[in-house]
């Protein structure tokens, strides 16, 4: 697998487990295949996206497609990186 290393003209948001950076892979494969998640290894983003996808730019798109979090009662949570999600 190979990161990518060009200009992209898609932009991703966060890892949603850490708030870390999250990146678009491709597979050595002929043809090659794509997938996201986040670049670090130690965080549980990084084995999160088990699709994979013709295109960088899918990829992305299938990774930045997730729904808002809340804590069991319900509340707003505040992440680590101080971003809050769930109800406002």
């Given at each position: 697998?190979?990161?990518?290393s060009q200009k992209t003209a898609y932009t991703l948001k966060p890892c949603p487990f850490c708030?870390?950076?999250a990146v678009v892979a491709r597979s050595d494969d002929e043809p090659p295949v794509?997938?996201?998640?986040?670049?670090?290894?130690?965080?549980?983003g990084s084995a999160v996206t088990l699709r994979h996808?013709?295109?960088p730019e899918e990829a992305a798109e299938a990774?930045?497609?997730r729904t808002a979090a809340?804590?069991?009662n319900g509340q707003t949570v505040q992440r680590s990186n101080g971003q809050t999600e769930?109800?406002?």
């Open positions: 697998m190979t990161g990518e708030g870390g950076k794509y997938f996201a998640g986040c670049d670090s290894l130690w965080c549980r996808y013709a295109s990774w930045n497609r809340a804590s069991p769930g109800r406002q």
